[in-house]
């Protein structure tokens, strides 16, 4: 089993757990559990990056997959500087599983504008490591969800997670993610050809170092925590604006 594949069954398995410490406290104050009832409507995908990028969207093992527009087809590019933008609709019941920005797509006649850029197109950064994944859960008990942004496989496209809608005074639903181009202070062992910088322990360094809110194993957790109950709305943002990472509780 590859390294990402180990991470990502731990990750559902950490996120699983927490589900059902939850469940077990709403039963124990005499709430109701309601396991797999989703309460969180809405995927919003938004790219500020000065280029575009290809948003892939997988579930876990086990889960549906999230229609990327009206018509069921993969989602295309997102333009560049805040242009590009769109809203998918979670599954009914609970839904686990990963976001990752591909960069530099072509099509199958080398045309760097396509705006189609399936799964099985090449991309510069993002079809393999290194590359950063946004992990998501949500309609987790008592409508309970659970996000990352992992620098396990290394980093391609700085990414953070917002929840949007969440009730206040109900759990901690904080900004989460990294906003520096962490490519550009790649040790020179780790850094990719086509962009990007490689995981290991220096890197792994770095990253937890200047991106405290991410995770860079298997058990790592963020500096911010996080407890969040029933969002409507999980918002992936690429390339967030450094200044406002700074403070978790800002909202994109």
Known sequence: ????NKYNALEAQ??????????????AVGQPSLMGASTTTNLTLHNLCPYPVWPLVTANAGMPSIPTDADGDTFGRLDGHGGGLATLAFPAGAWSGRVVARTGCTSDDDDEDNSAAPASQLCATGDAPPVTVAQVSVGGPGGAAAYSVSLVDGFNVA???????????RGLCPTLGCAVDLAAECPAGARSPRGGCGAGAAA???????????RTNATDLEATPQDCVAP????????PAPDTMADPGHHY
């Open 14 to 27: 950490a996120l699983m757990m927490t589900c059902l410490a939850l469940a077990t406290v709403a039963l």
């Open 232 to 239: 409507r709305e999980i918002k992936v943002v690429f390339c």
């Open 1 to 4: 089993m590859s390294s990402s």
């Open 159 to 169: 990414m953070a997670v917002t929840p949007h809608g969440f009730a206040e005074g």
């Open 204 to 214: 792994a360094a770095l990253f937890k170092a200047r991106c405290p809110d991410t």
